[in-house]
């Protein structure tokens, strides 16, 4: 079994920073790919960043230059950090990792999600 857990939500106010951090553990051989994925109310979850495990990272247009995607391979965390914060950018964001177990099995796993809420 794995479990993500996603910590460092909150509520900030429109051009602030927050940093996001989504530690795995448990019966772990390897992380293939990590990333964030974000949804707001009435609309559909998007991916926000990805990195692979060799660390290339892709992300959506609308927070490229803004925020960034990183990971500790060696701690199985992923974190993502944000700059400039926009209202649009409110929404619960969503720890994604595509894990390969101590089984050999491969699966996506999802976190628990954390809310960020960006408002004067």
């Known amino acids: 079994q794995v479990q993500l857990v996603e910590s460092g939500g909150g509520l900030v106010q429109p051009g602030g920073s927050l940093r996001l951090s989504c530690a795995a553990s448990?019966?772990?051989?390897?992380?293939?790919?990590m990333g964030w994925y974000r949804q707001a109310p009435g609309k559909q979850r998007e991916l926000v960043a990805g990195i692979d495990s060799g660390g290339s990272t892709n992300y959506a247009d609308s927070v490229k230059g803004r925020f960034t995607i990183s990971r500790d391979n060696a701690k199985n965390t992923v974190f993502l950090q944000m700059n400039s914060l926009k209202p649009e950018d409110t929404a619960v964001y969503y720890c994604?990792?595509?894990?390969?177990?101590?089984?050999?099995?491969?699966?996506?796993?999802w976190g628990q999600g954390t809310q960020v809420t960006v408002s004067s």
């Open positions: 994604n990792a595509d894990v390969v177990s101590a089984l050999m099995r491969r699966n996506g796993y």
């Open positions: 448990g019966s772990i051989f390897r992380i293939n790919a």
